[in-house]
């Protein structure tokens, strides 16, 4: 006869996370959210959240970066959160609405954008460091764009900017570069069609190529800085390239004002 002890607890893990959303549950719970390095989005519940203040201490708020530690179940998308730490909580976004509405942005687009344990690393750093960066800085659109364009192609979405999407003739050596709003594609002028296209700039698509290389870890935001017609053009090119993923508006935008 084979007994199986009930007595070997569930692994515990701790990882650093970033908390995407929180609320409360029931009387006294938390239900949490985060993006973790190890595990990726992982969803948990923090028994007591709301009463213990002292074993939970301003941790379960959005955007604070935390080092979590967690039972999974395993009969549960639910994870126990055993414990919560803080490392770093971001001081400026309760004070600037307009950072605000940018780093809950960041994270919806995130959270859309994310199932389950998919995620690796590179995400909880690139949201880690994205968040990081919106801190220290001024609220750039461009730093939008380029967390956009780093998410894409974490994501499995990485937007070719050099090439035609259909012949993959390089962009460079053609007149006229075409985008598809409704796909999300770069079209040279022989494969555009009759479909619904326009026009995208020249000094928009070497913005975004620097920008694909551009590091959130950077001291401040001088490299996402976009002037005001190519911001407005990136804006809509990078919105296509979400077409198949995500429908928009996200509801942070309500606050954002470069609609
Ligand atoms: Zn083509």
């Given at each position: 006869?084979?007994?199986?002890?009930?007595?070997?607890?569930?692994?515990?893990?701790?990882?650093?996370?970033?908390v995407?959303?929180?609320?409360?549950?029931?009387?006294?719970?938390?239900?949490?959210?985060?993006?973790?390095?190890?595990?990726?989005?992982?969803?948990?519940?923090?028994?007591?959240a709301?009463?213990?203040?002292?074993?939970?201490?301003?941790?379960?708020?959005?955007?604070?970066?935390?080092?979590?530690?967690?039972?999974?179940?395993?009969?549960?998308?639910?994870?126990f959160?055993?414990?919560?730490?803080?490392?770093?909580?971001?001081?400026?976004?309760?004070?600037?609405?307009?950072?605000?509405?940018?780093?809950?942005?960041?994270?919806?687009?995130?959270?859309?954008?994310?199932?389950?344990?998919?995620?690796?690393?590179?995400?909880?750093?690139?949201?880690?460091?994205?968040?990081?960066?919106?801190?220290?800085s001024?609220?750039?659109?461009?730093?939008?764009?380029?967390?956009?364009?780093?998410?894409?192609?974490?994501?499995?979405?990485?937007?070719?900017l050099?090439?035609?999407?259909?012949?993959?003739?390089?962009?460079?050596?053609?007149?006229?570069?075409?985008?598809?709003?409704?796909?999300?594609?770069?079209?040279?002028?022989?494969?555009?069609?009759?479909?619904?296209?326009?026009?995208?700039?020249?000094?928009?698509?070497?913005?975004?190529?620097?920008?694909?290389?551009?590091?959130?870890?950077?001291?401040?935001?001088?490299?996402?800085?976009?002037?005001?017609?190519?911001?407005?053009?990136?804006?809509?090119?990078?919105?296509?390239?979400?077409?198949?993923?995500?429908?928009?508006?996200?509801?942070?935008?309500?606050?954002?004002?470069?609609?």
């Amino acid at each position: 006869m084979i007994r199986v002890s009930s007595a070997i607890a569930p692994q515990e893990t701790t990882t650093p996370a970033v908390v995407v959303r929180a609320r409360v549950f029931g009387e006294s719970d938390k239900i949490v959210t985060f993006l973790t390095r190890d595990l990726g989005k992982v969803t948990g519940i923090a028994k007591g959240a709301k009463r213990s203040k002292r074993r939970f201490v301003n941790v379960l708020e959005p955007f604070t970066h935390v080092s979590l530690r967690l039972r999974q179940r395993p009969a549960s998308d639910l994870a126990f959160i055993s414990a919560c730490e803080l490392l770093d909580a971001p001081r400026s976004f309760t004070l600037d609405l307009q950072k605000f509405a940018y780093a809950s942005y960041i994270l919806e687009l995130t959270d859309r954008m994310i199932r389950g344990r998919e995620a690796g690393p590179e995400t909880y750093e690139l949201v880690r460091d994205a968040l990081g960066l919106l801190e220290r800085s001024a609220p750039e659109p461009g730093l939008l764009r380029g967390f956009e364009l780093h998410l894409l192609g974490l994501t499995g979405y990485e937007p070719s900017l050099d090439r035609c999407r259909r012949c993959g003739t390089a962009l460079a050596a053609v007149d006229a570069v075409y985008a598809q709003p409704a796909r999300g594609g770069l079209l040279c002028a022989r494969c555009r069609g009759d479909g619904r296209t326009y026009v995208i700039s020249r000094a928009t698509l070497e913005r975004l190529t620097l920008l694909q290389r551009a590091s959130f870890a950077a001291a401040d935001a001088r490299d996402f800085v976009l002037q005001p017609g190519v911001a407005a053009e990136a804006r809509a090119l990078l919105r296509s390239f979400f077409a198949a993923a995500v429908t928009f508006p996200l509801a942070s935008e309500q606050l954002l004002d470069e609609r």
